[in-house]
Protein backbone atom coordinates (compact mmCIF):
# COMPACT_ATOMS: atom_id res chain seq x y z
CA UNK A 1 0.00 0.00 0.00
CA UNK A 2 2.91 2.23 0.49
CA UNK A 3 4.63 1.32 -2.03
CA UNK A 4 1.59 2.32 -4.17
CA UNK A 5 1.05 5.77 -2.61
CA UNK A 6 4.59 6.39 -3.23
CA UNK A 7 4.14 5.69 -6.51
CA UNK A 8 1.13 8.04 -6.89
CA UNK A 9 3.20 10.73 -5.54
CA UNK A 10 6.06 10.47 -8.01
CA UNK A 11 3.88 10.26 -10.71
CA UNK A 12 1.62 13.52 -9.07
CA UNK A 13 5.62 15.13 -9.15
CA UNK A 14 6.18 14.98 -12.27
CA UNK A 15 2.51 15.98 -13.72
CA UNK A 16 3.46 18.83 -11.42
CA UNK A 17 6.91 19.47 -13.38
CA UNK A 18 5.11 19.21 -16.86
CA UNK A 19 2.83 21.38 -16.64
CA UNK A 20 5.04 23.97 -14.87
CA UNK A 21 7.35 23.31 -17.80
CA UNK A 22 4.45 23.73 -20.56
CA UNK A 23 2.98 27.28 -18.76
CA UNK A 24 6.50 28.43 -18.80
CA UNK A 25 6.97 27.84 -22.23
CA UNK A 26 3.93 29.48 -22.93
CA UNK A 27 4.51 32.27 -21.25
CA UNK A 28 8.15 32.23 -22.77
CA UNK A 29 6.85 31.67 -26.23
CA UNK A 30 8.35 34.62 -29.00
CA UNK A 31 5.69 36.89 -29.90
CA UNK A 32 3.67 35.98 -32.63
CA UNK A 33 3.92 38.57 -35.35
CA UNK A 34 1.10 39.73 -37.03
CA UNK A 35 1.11 41.74 -40.07
CA UNK A 36 -1.85 43.98 -40.14
CA UNK A 37 -3.01 46.23 -43.42
CA UNK A 38 -4.99 49.72 -43.28
CA UNK A 39 -5.85 52.81 -44.13
CA UNK A 40 -3.09 55.49 -43.14
CA UNK A 41 -3.23 57.85 -40.63
CA UNK A 42 -2.84 55.30 -37.25
CA UNK A 43 0.58 55.86 -34.99
CA UNK A 44 3.60 56.02 -36.65
CA UNK A 45 5.35 52.39 -35.12
CA UNK A 46 3.31 49.37 -32.61
CA UNK A 47 6.96 49.27 -31.56
CA UNK A 48 7.19 52.41 -30.02
CA UNK A 49 3.37 53.69 -29.21
CA UNK A 50 2.15 53.23 -25.62
CA UNK A 51 -1.20 52.16 -26.16
CA UNK A 52 -0.08 49.29 -28.62
CA UNK A 53 2.89 48.26 -26.58
CA UNK A 54 0.45 47.49 -24.27
CA UNK A 55 -1.88 45.35 -26.23
CA UNK A 56 0.90 43.51 -27.96
CA UNK A 57 2.30 42.37 -24.57
CA UNK A 58 -1.26 41.27 -23.52
CA UNK A 59 -1.85 39.70 -26.49
CA UNK A 60 1.72 38.07 -26.91
CA UNK A 61 1.85 39.47 -30.51
CA UNK A 62 4.43 41.57 -32.62
CA UNK A 63 2.28 43.65 -34.85
CA UNK A 64 3.34 45.71 -37.89
CA UNK A 65 1.10 47.87 -39.68
CA UNK A 66 1.00 48.46 -43.71
CA UNK A 67 -0.27 51.07 -44.22
CA UNK A 68 -1.46 53.62 -47.54
CA UNK A 69 -3.15 56.82 -48.05
CA UNK A 70 -6.94 57.04 -48.46
CA UNK A 71 -6.15 57.58 -52.33
CA UNK A 72 -4.63 54.48 -52.77
CA UNK A 73 -5.11 51.85 -49.62
CA UNK A 74 -7.94 50.31 -51.74
CA UNK A 75 -5.48 49.42 -54.58
CA UNK A 76 -3.01 48.29 -52.04
CA UNK A 77 -5.09 46.07 -50.94
CA UNK A 78 -5.73 44.74 -54.56
CA UNK A 79 -2.14 44.41 -55.39
CA UNK A 80 -1.42 42.67 -51.80
CA UNK A 81 -4.26 39.89 -52.21
CA UNK A 82 -3.32 39.34 -55.73
CA UNK A 83 0.30 38.92 -55.10
CA UNK A 84 -0.25 36.87 -51.77
CA UNK A 85 1.67 39.29 -50.09
CA UNK A 86 2.68 38.22 -45.92
CA UNK A 87 -0.12 39.56 -44.76
CA UNK A 88 -2.54 38.39 -41.68
CA UNK A 89 -5.28 40.55 -41.52
CA UNK A 90 -6.65 43.10 -43.79
CA UNK A 91 -9.10 45.86 -43.65
CA UNK A 92 -11.05 46.27 -46.85
CA UNK A 93 -13.48 48.20 -48.73
CA UNK A 94 -16.82 46.94 -49.24
CA UNK A 95 -17.46 48.59 -52.81
CA UNK A 96 -13.27 49.28 -53.64
CA UNK A 97 -12.30 45.49 -53.37
CA UNK A 98 -13.88 42.46 -55.10
CA UNK A 99 -14.11 41.12 -51.22
CA UNK A 100 -16.98 38.11 -52.65
CA UNK A 101 -14.98 37.15 -55.31
CA UNK A 102 -12.03 36.40 -52.83
CA UNK A 103 -14.12 34.33 -50.59
CA UNK A 104 -15.35 32.15 -53.48
CA UNK A 105 -11.68 31.83 -54.24
CA UNK A 106 -10.89 30.23 -51.79
CA UNK A 107 -8.33 33.57 -50.91
CA UNK A 108 -9.55 34.33 -47.58
CA UNK A 109 -10.43 31.90 -43.97
CA UNK A 110 -14.02 31.02 -44.24
CA UNK A 111 -14.70 32.25 -40.37
CA UNK A 112 -17.48 29.73 -40.22
CA UNK A 113 -14.28 26.76 -39.53
CA UNK A 114 -12.21 28.90 -36.99
CA UNK A 115 -14.75 31.29 -34.94
CA UNK A 116 -16.66 29.28 -31.87
CA UNK A 117 -19.36 31.51 -29.25
CA UNK A 118 -16.84 30.59 -26.07
CA UNK A 119 -13.77 31.58 -27.65
CA UNK A 120 -14.89 34.34 -29.98
CA UNK A 121 -17.77 35.72 -28.43
CA UNK A 122 -17.98 39.30 -30.11
CA UNK A 123 -16.75 38.08 -33.76
CA UNK A 124 -19.49 34.87 -33.53
CA UNK A 125 -22.10 37.87 -31.95
CA UNK A 126 -21.31 40.19 -35.08
CA UNK A 127 -20.46 38.10 -37.73
CA UNK A 128 -23.98 36.17 -37.28
CA UNK A 129 -26.20 39.09 -36.68
CA UNK A 130 -29.27 39.21 -38.38
CA UNK A 131 -28.05 42.97 -39.13
CA UNK A 132 -24.75 41.55 -41.14
CA UNK A 133 -26.63 38.41 -42.64
CA UNK A 134 -26.15 40.77 -46.14
CA UNK A 135 -22.25 39.90 -45.70
CA UNK A 136 -22.22 35.99 -46.08
CA UNK A 137 -21.14 34.58 -49.23
CA UNK A 138 -22.90 31.43 -50.37
CA UNK A 139 -24.28 31.49 -46.56
CA UNK A 140 -21.01 31.63 -44.90
CA UNK A 141 -19.02 33.96 -43.41
CA UNK A 142 -15.81 35.25 -44.53
CA UNK A 143 -15.29 38.72 -43.31
CA UNK A 144 -16.14 40.65 -39.81
CA UNK A 145 -18.16 43.75 -40.41
CA UNK A 146 -16.06 46.96 -38.52
CA UNK A 147 -18.98 47.90 -36.24
CA UNK A 148 -20.01 51.12 -35.20
CA UNK A 149 -21.50 52.53 -31.99
CA UNK A 150 -24.56 54.16 -33.89
CA UNK A 151 -25.32 56.68 -36.34
CA UNK A 152 -23.69 59.54 -35.03
CA UNK A 153 -24.74 62.42 -37.48
CA UNK A 154 -27.35 64.94 -37.22
CA UNK A 155 -28.31 68.27 -37.86
CA UNK A 156 -27.19 71.27 -36.11
CA UNK A 157 -28.25 74.77 -35.97
CA UNK A 158 -26.95 78.42 -34.32
CA UNK A 159 -29.05 78.64 -31.18
CA UNK A 160 -27.38 82.06 -30.33
CA UNK A 161 -29.02 83.36 -34.28
CA UNK A 162 -32.09 82.14 -33.05
CA UNK A 163 -32.43 83.79 -30.09
CA UNK A 164 -31.25 87.10 -31.57
CA UNK A 165 -33.95 86.43 -34.22
CA UNK A 166 -36.72 85.98 -31.63
CA UNK A 167 -36.56 82.11 -33.44
CA UNK A 168 -37.93 78.93 -32.17
CA UNK A 169 -36.61 75.85 -33.53
CA UNK A 170 -38.36 75.01 -36.85
CA UNK A 171 -40.68 71.71 -36.63
CA UNK A 172 -41.87 71.63 -40.51
CA UNK A 173 -39.84 71.97 -43.56
CA UNK A 174 -42.07 75.60 -44.03
CA UNK A 175 -41.13 76.58 -41.02
CA UNK A 176 -36.81 75.29 -41.45
CA UNK A 177 -37.43 77.49 -45.17
CA UNK A 178 -38.24 80.56 -43.21
CA UNK A 179 -35.73 80.47 -40.29
CA UNK A 180 -33.25 79.80 -43.43
CA UNK A 181 -34.54 83.16 -44.99
CA UNK A 182 -33.83 84.82 -41.82
CA UNK A 183 -30.71 83.62 -41.32
CA UNK A 184 -29.94 85.04 -45.13
CA UNK A 185 -31.21 88.54 -44.42
CA UNK A 186 -31.70 89.71 -41.24
CA UNK A 187 -27.95 89.62 -40.83
CA UNK A 188 -27.70 86.79 -37.49
CA UNK A 189 -23.77 87.73 -37.32
CA UNK A 190 -24.38 91.75 -36.31
CA UNK A 191 -21.78 93.06 -38.82
CA UNK A 192 -24.44 94.63 -40.95
CA UNK A 193 -23.63 92.95 -44.13
CA UNK A 194 -25.29 90.29 -46.11
CA UNK A 195 -22.88 87.81 -46.16
CA UNK A 196 -24.42 84.90 -44.25
CA UNK A 197 -24.56 81.15 -45.17
CA UNK A 198 -27.86 80.05 -43.83
CA UNK A 199 -27.07 76.04 -44.84
CA UNK A 200 -23.11 74.98 -45.20
CA UNK A 201 -22.51 72.70 -47.68
CA UNK A 202 -19.29 70.93 -48.69
CA UNK A 203 -19.04 68.14 -51.35
CA UNK A 204 -16.48 65.49 -50.62
CA UNK A 205 -17.04 63.45 -53.36
CA UNK A 206 -19.10 63.89 -57.03
CA UNK A 207 -21.72 61.44 -56.09
CA UNK A 208 -21.57 62.42 -51.90
CA UNK A 209 -25.12 64.35 -51.24
CA UNK A 210 -25.01 63.48 -47.47
CA UNK A 211 -25.47 67.37 -46.71
CA UNK A 212 -28.91 67.71 -48.13
CA UNK A 213 -29.94 64.75 -46.80
CA UNK A 214 -32.00 66.81 -44.02
CA UNK A 215 -33.85 67.90 -47.13
CA UNK A 216 -34.21 64.84 -49.43
CA UNK A 217 -35.41 62.84 -46.02
CA UNK A 218 -37.67 65.41 -45.35
CA UNK A 219 -39.67 64.87 -48.36
CA UNK A 220 -39.59 60.91 -47.92
CA UNK A 221 -37.15 60.26 -50.07
CA UNK A 222 -33.42 59.03 -49.88
CA UNK A 223 -29.76 59.78 -51.18
CA UNK A 224 -29.05 56.35 -52.00
CA UNK A 225 -25.25 55.40 -52.19
CA UNK A 226 -23.32 52.49 -52.11
CA UNK A 227 -25.59 51.48 -49.46
CA UNK A 228 -28.84 51.39 -50.94
CA UNK A 229 -31.73 52.62 -48.60
CA UNK A 230 -34.66 50.15 -50.63
CA UNK A 231 -37.97 50.42 -49.28
CA UNK A 232 -39.59 47.37 -48.79
CA UNK A 233 -43.42 47.71 -49.24
CA UNK A 234 -45.44 44.26 -49.25
CA UNK A 235 -42.21 42.29 -50.00
CA UNK A 236 -41.08 44.13 -52.74
CA UNK A 237 -37.91 46.35 -53.30
CA UNK A 238 -38.33 50.08 -54.38
CA UNK A 239 -35.69 52.16 -54.99
CA UNK A 240 -36.17 55.57 -53.03
CA UNK A 241 -33.40 57.36 -55.02
CA UNK A 242 -35.68 57.42 -58.48
CA UNK A 243 -38.76 57.97 -56.24
CA UNK A 244 -40.97 61.30 -57.14
CA UNK A 245 -40.23 61.90 -53.23
CA UNK A 246 -36.86 62.71 -53.64
CA UNK A 247 -37.48 64.46 -56.52
CA UNK A 248 -39.48 66.55 -54.91
CA UNK A 249 -36.66 66.83 -52.11
CA UNK A 250 -34.26 67.87 -55.09
CA UNK A 251 -36.49 70.80 -56.10
CA UNK A 252 -36.68 72.20 -52.71
CA UNK A 253 -32.86 72.09 -52.43
CA UNK A 254 -33.01 73.76 -55.72
CA UNK A 255 -34.60 76.52 -54.15
CA UNK A 256 -32.18 77.09 -51.54
CA UNK A 257 -29.47 76.96 -53.73
CA UNK A 258 -31.03 80.08 -56.31
CA UNK A 259 -31.96 81.64 -53.39
CA UNK A 260 -28.86 81.93 -51.57
CA UNK A 261 -29.76 79.90 -48.49
CA UNK A 262 -26.65 77.72 -49.21
CA UNK A 263 -23.49 78.18 -50.20
CA UNK A 264 -23.05 78.01 -54.16
CA UNK A 265 -19.26 77.46 -54.34
CA UNK A 266 -20.23 73.79 -52.11
CA UNK A 267 -19.09 71.71 -55.47
CA UNK A 268 -15.70 73.04 -55.34
CA UNK A 269 -15.12 72.49 -51.40
CA UNK A 270 -13.71 69.25 -51.18
CA UNK A 271 -13.95 68.60 -47.64
CA UNK A 272 -15.93 70.17 -44.15
CA UNK A 273 -12.40 71.50 -43.19
CA UNK A 274 -12.24 73.58 -46.02
CA UNK A 275 -15.90 74.73 -46.29
CA UNK A 276 -15.52 75.24 -42.08
CA UNK A 277 -12.54 77.21 -42.54
CA UNK A 278 -14.51 79.36 -45.01
CA UNK A 279 -17.49 79.42 -43.17
CA UNK A 280 -18.31 78.04 -39.89
CA UNK A 281 -15.36 79.05 -38.15
CA UNK A 282 -15.35 82.92 -39.77
CA UNK A 283 -19.30 82.92 -37.91
CA UNK A 284 -21.35 83.29 -41.17
CA UNK A 285 -22.62 79.60 -41.44
CA UNK A 286 -26.39 78.81 -39.45
CA UNK A 287 -26.74 74.98 -40.21
CA UNK A 288 -24.30 71.93 -40.43
CA UNK A 289 -24.71 68.12 -40.61
CA UNK A 290 -21.75 66.36 -38.42
CA UNK A 291 -20.96 63.93 -35.90
CA UNK A 292 -17.98 66.24 -35.38
CA UNK A 293 -20.01 69.18 -33.33
CA UNK A 294 -18.46 69.25 -29.97
CA UNK A 295 -14.72 69.89 -32.32
CA UNK A 296 -16.29 72.43 -34.61
CA UNK A 297 -17.95 74.36 -31.36
CA UNK A 298 -15.13 74.71 -30.50
CA UNK A 299 -13.49 76.29 -33.53
CA UNK A 300 -16.36 78.58 -33.47
CA UNK A 301 -15.95 80.25 -29.98
CA UNK A 302 -12.08 81.27 -31.10
CA UNK A 303 -14.05 83.83 -33.35
CA UNK A 304 -17.25 84.35 -32.04
CA UNK A 305 -17.29 83.25 -28.18
CA UNK A 306 -21.65 83.51 -27.59
CA UNK A 307 -21.56 81.32 -30.63
CA UNK A 308 -23.94 78.13 -29.65
CA UNK A 309 -24.83 75.16 -31.42
CA UNK A 310 -28.25 72.93 -30.95
CA UNK A 311 -29.31 69.98 -32.20
CA UNK A 312 -32.39 69.93 -34.41
CA UNK A 313 -34.03 67.22 -34.96
CA UNK A 314 -35.87 65.52 -38.38
CA UNK A 315 -38.67 68.13 -40.31
CA UNK A 316 -41.13 67.04 -42.94
CA UNK A 317 -42.63 68.95 -45.64
CA UNK A 318 -46.18 69.12 -45.49
CA UNK A 319 -48.02 65.76 -46.19
CA UNK A 320 -44.66 63.87 -46.12
CA UNK A 321 -42.97 61.36 -43.98
CA UNK A 322 -39.27 61.79 -42.89
CA UNK A 323 -37.67 59.58 -44.25
CA UNK A 324 -34.82 58.11 -42.01
CA UNK A 325 -31.11 56.74 -42.84
CA UNK A 326 -31.72 52.74 -42.88
CA UNK A 327 -29.71 49.98 -41.60
CA UNK A 328 -27.42 49.40 -38.52
CA UNK A 329 -23.91 51.53 -38.77
CA UNK A 330 -20.99 50.08 -40.07
CA UNK A 331 -17.89 50.39 -41.66
CA UNK A 332 -15.11 48.58 -43.48
CA UNK A 333 -14.48 44.88 -43.59
CA UNK A 334 -11.67 42.58 -41.72
CA UNK A 335 -10.59 39.14 -42.94
CA UNK A 336 -7.99 36.77 -42.41
CA UNK A 337 -6.27 35.63 -45.62
CA UNK A 338 -4.70 32.27 -46.46
CA UNK A 339 -1.36 34.17 -46.40
CA UNK A 340 -2.25 33.92 -42.73
CA UNK A 341 0.29 31.39 -40.89
CA UNK A 342 -1.75 31.61 -37.40
CA UNK A 343 -5.71 32.41 -38.26
CA UNK A 344 -6.44 31.52 -34.30
CA UNK A 345 -3.87 34.19 -32.86
CA UNK A 346 -5.11 37.22 -35.54
CA UNK A 347 -8.82 36.06 -34.47
CA UNK A 348 -7.62 36.44 -30.61
CA UNK A 349 -6.06 39.68 -31.19
CA UNK A 350 -9.47 40.99 -33.02
CA UNK A 351 -11.50 39.77 -30.23
CA UNK A 352 -8.76 41.19 -27.78
CA UNK A 353 -9.43 44.61 -29.01
CA UNK A 354 -12.93 44.31 -29.36
CA UNK A 355 -13.00 43.09 -25.59
CA UNK A 356 -14.06 45.46 -22.62
CA UNK A 357 -9.88 45.19 -21.78
CA UNK A 358 -9.26 46.18 -25.51
CA UNK A 359 -11.49 48.78 -25.76
CA UNK A 360 -10.66 50.46 -22.82
CA UNK A 361 -6.75 50.73 -24.22
CA UNK A 362 -8.19 51.97 -27.33
CA UNK A 363 -10.23 54.86 -26.08
CA UNK A 364 -8.17 55.78 -22.75
CA UNK A 365 -4.74 54.44 -23.24
CA UNK A 366 -3.18 52.69 -20.26
CA UNK A 367 -4.30 53.24 -17.18
CA UNK A 368 -1.50 54.50 -14.54
CA UNK A 369 0.00 56.74 -17.40
CA UNK A 370 -2.96 58.25 -19.46
CA UNK A 371 -5.67 57.78 -17.06
CA UNK A 372 -6.49 56.51 -13.45
CA UNK A 373 -9.97 54.92 -13.21
CA UNK A 374 -13.45 54.45 -15.24
CA UNK A 375 -16.71 54.49 -13.38
CA UNK A 376 -19.20 52.48 -14.32
CA UNK A 377 -20.78 54.63 -16.69
CA UNK A 378 -17.56 55.03 -18.94
CA UNK A 379 -16.11 58.15 -17.56
CA UNK A 380 -12.68 57.88 -17.28
CA UNK A 381 -10.08 60.51 -15.35
CA UNK A 382 -7.96 61.19 -17.94
CA UNK A 383 -4.27 63.24 -17.54
CA UNK A 384 -3.79 65.13 -20.12
CA UNK A 385 -0.51 66.51 -19.16
CA UNK A 386 0.32 62.69 -19.81
CA UNK A 387 -1.43 62.13 -22.60
CA UNK A 388 0.54 64.90 -24.76
CA UNK A 389 3.69 63.76 -24.10
CA UNK A 390 2.75 60.79 -26.24
CA UNK A 391 0.11 62.47 -28.76
CA UNK A 392 -0.14 65.22 -30.71
CA UNK A 393 -3.93 66.67 -29.44
CA UNK A 394 -3.35 68.77 -32.41
CA UNK A 395 -4.18 65.82 -34.80
CA UNK A 396 -6.31 63.40 -32.79
CA UNK A 397 -6.96 65.92 -30.09
CA UNK A 398 -7.24 63.80 -26.60
CA UNK A 399 -8.49 60.37 -28.27
CA UNK A 400 -6.51 57.45 -29.01
CA UNK A 401 -5.90 57.44 -33.00
CA UNK A 402 -6.75 53.55 -33.44
CA UNK A 403 -9.96 54.05 -31.92
CA UNK A 404 -11.89 54.89 -34.90
CA UNK A 405 -11.46 52.55 -38.25
CA UNK A 406 -9.02 50.09 -36.53
CA UNK A 407 -11.63 47.21 -36.37
CA UNK A 408 -14.30 48.85 -35.62
CA UNK A 409 -15.36 53.07 -34.91
CA UNK A 410 -16.91 52.22 -30.98
CA UNK A 411 -15.59 54.92 -28.69
CA UNK A 412 -16.63 52.43 -25.92
CA UNK A 413 -17.33 48.54 -25.68
CA UNK A 414 -20.33 46.69 -27.40
CA UNK A 415 -20.93 43.88 -24.39
CA UNK A 416 -21.95 41.05 -26.67
CA UNK A 417 -21.36 38.67 -23.35
CA UNK A 418 -24.77 40.10 -22.15
CA UNK A 419 -26.70 40.23 -24.37
CA UNK A 420 -28.60 37.68 -26.81
CA UNK A 421 -28.37 39.22 -29.86
CA UNK A 422 -25.67 41.37 -31.40
CA UNK A 423 -28.50 44.01 -32.11
CA UNK A 424 -29.22 43.84 -28.27
CA UNK A 425 -26.04 44.34 -27.47
CA UNK A 426 -25.66 47.76 -29.61
CA UNK A 427 -28.71 49.19 -28.04
CA UNK A 428 -26.96 48.82 -24.88
CA UNK A 429 -23.66 49.98 -26.20
CA UNK A 430 -21.23 51.62 -23.15
CA UNK A 431 -19.82 54.68 -24.30
CA UNK A 432 -16.64 55.81 -23.20
CA UNK A 433 -15.78 59.70 -22.38
CA UNK A 434 -12.95 61.09 -20.33
CA UNK A 435 -14.12 63.23 -17.53
CA UNK A 436 -13.42 66.65 -19.55
CA UNK A 437 -15.76 65.35 -22.11
CA UNK A 438 -18.18 64.15 -20.00
CA UNK A 439 -19.04 67.64 -19.21
CA UNK A 440 -19.27 68.91 -22.34
CA UNK A 441 -22.84 69.33 -23.89
CA UNK A 442 -21.67 67.51 -27.04
CA UNK A 443 -19.57 64.45 -27.08
CA UNK A 444 -19.55 60.98 -28.74
CA UNK A 445 -22.48 59.68 -26.36
CA UNK A 446 -24.81 62.52 -27.03
CA UNK A 447 -23.97 62.06 -31.03
CA UNK A 448 -25.48 59.04 -30.35
CA UNK A 449 -28.07 59.81 -29.13
CA UNK A 450 -29.28 62.50 -31.45
CA UNK A 451 -28.17 60.14 -34.70
CA UNK A 452 -30.42 57.82 -33.72
CA UNK A 453 -33.26 60.52 -34.79
CA UNK A 454 -32.18 59.87 -38.27
CA UNK A 455 -31.85 56.58 -38.37
CA UNK A 456 -33.79 53.15 -38.32
CA UNK A 457 -31.32 50.38 -37.66
CA UNK A 458 -31.69 46.47 -38.01
CA UNK A 459 -32.81 46.38 -42.18
CA UNK A 460 -30.00 44.11 -43.19
CA UNK A 461 -30.07 44.87 -46.89
CA UNK A 462 -28.28 47.72 -45.28
CA UNK A 463 -25.37 45.74 -45.76
CA UNK A 464 -25.69 43.53 -48.59
CA UNK A 465 -23.28 44.72 -51.57
CA UNK A 466 -23.78 42.62 -54.73
CA UNK A 467 -21.04 42.09 -56.74
CA UNK A 468 -23.07 40.73 -59.46
CA UNK A 469 -24.59 44.07 -60.47
CA UNK A 470 -21.27 46.08 -58.94
CA UNK A 471 -20.36 47.60 -62.06
CA UNK A 472 -24.03 48.92 -62.72
CA UNK A 473 -23.91 50.02 -59.06
CA UNK A 474 -20.49 51.83 -59.96
CA UNK A 475 -22.11 53.80 -63.22
CA UNK A 476 -25.20 54.48 -61.38
CA UNK A 477 -23.24 56.43 -58.63
CA UNK A 478 -20.59 58.32 -60.95
CA UNK A 479 -22.08 58.77 -64.05
CA UNK A 480 -25.95 58.86 -63.30
CA UNK A 481 -26.98 60.47 -59.98
CA UNK A 482 -23.50 62.96 -60.28
CA UNK A 483 -24.26 64.00 -63.25
CA UNK A 484 -28.12 64.69 -63.39
CA UNK A 485 -28.42 65.55 -59.26
CA UNK A 486 -25.77 68.17 -59.26
CA UNK A 487 -27.60 69.62 -62.55
CA UNK A 488 -30.79 69.55 -60.93
CA UNK A 489 -29.45 71.34 -57.58
CA UNK A 490 -27.80 73.92 -59.62
CA UNK A 491 -30.40 74.35 -61.93
CA UNK A 492 -31.16 78.61 -62.72
CA UNK A 493 -34.54 78.00 -63.79
CA UNK A 494 -36.83 75.75 -61.75
CA UNK A 495 -38.91 75.21 -65.01
CA UNK A 496 -35.56 72.66 -66.13
CA UNK A 497 -35.75 70.39 -63.11
CA UNK A 498 -38.72 68.03 -64.15
CA UNK A 499 -36.95 67.67 -67.72
CA UNK A 500 -33.68 66.88 -66.25
CA UNK A 501 -35.60 64.43 -63.71
CA UNK A 502 -37.16 62.52 -66.75
CA UNK A 503 -33.39 62.78 -68.20
CA UNK A 504 -31.91 60.80 -65.09
CA UNK A 505 -34.75 58.01 -64.79
CA UNK A 506 -34.33 57.34 -68.39
CA UNK A 507 -30.42 57.26 -67.77
CA UNK A 508 -31.17 54.98 -64.63
CA UNK A 509 -32.96 52.67 -66.83
CA UNK A 510 -30.04 52.64 -69.63
CA UNK A 511 -27.23 51.70 -67.83
CA UNK A 512 -29.15 48.73 -65.97
CA UNK A 513 -31.19 50.36 -62.64
CA UNK A 514 -33.94 47.87 -63.01
CA UNK A 515 -31.67 44.97 -63.18
CA UNK A 516 -30.30 46.70 -60.49
CA UNK A 517 -33.23 46.49 -58.37
CA UNK A 518 -34.05 43.13 -60.25
CA UNK A 519 -30.62 41.80 -58.21
CA UNK A 520 -31.30 42.74 -54.80
CA UNK A 521 -34.86 41.72 -54.96
CA UNK A 522 -33.72 38.22 -55.88
CA UNK A 523 -31.47 38.20 -53.01
CA UNK A 524 -33.88 39.60 -50.80
CA UNK A 525 -36.07 36.96 -51.46
CA UNK A 526 -33.71 34.02 -51.44
CA UNK A 527 -32.02 34.92 -48.24
CA UNK A 528 -33.68 37.93 -45.74
CA UNK A 529 -37.39 37.36 -46.73
CA UNK A 530 -39.56 36.15 -43.80
Known amino acids: MAKRFSSFC ?3 LIASLLLILAMSQ ?11 MLPAGTIDDPATDPVMQEIQKRTNTKVEFVTGGWDQIWNKVNLAVASKEDIDLIHVDSVSNPWQQWAREGLFYCLDDLVTKDK ?8 NSWSFAGLKVGGKRYFLPGTHHGQDWAVF ?14 KTMDEMYAVLKAFRDKDPDGNGKNDTIPWQVSMPDVDNFGDFEFFIRGFGGSPGGFFADFELKNGKLTDPSVSNNTRDGLKFVNKLY ?8 FASLKDVTQANAKYLYADKAGCIWTSRTAEFEDEMLKTNPDARLGFLAPVAAKGRKFYPCQGTAWWLLLGI ?3 CKNPQKALE ?12 LLVAGVKGRHYSEFSADGVFKQDREAWVKDYDPKINGYDYPLWWRFFCTVHGYIPVTQYGTYEEALKHVQMYLSDSDAKKRFNWKTMVKYGGYYNEPGDPLHAVTLDSVADITVRLQKNVKAVYWLKIITAK ?3 EIDKLWQQYRAEYKKVGGDKFIAAYQDYYDKNLKK
Not at 26 to 36: G, K, Q, T
Not at 120 to 127: G, L, Q, T
Request: charged share 30%.
Open 258 to 265: REGLINKD
Open 10 to 12: FLA
Open 26 to 36: ILAADPVRLRI
Open 493 to 495: DAG
Open 349 to 360: FVEFCNSEEGRK
Open 120 to 127: YPYIESVS
Open 157 to 170: IREDWLLKLGLAKP
Open 337 to 339: PKT
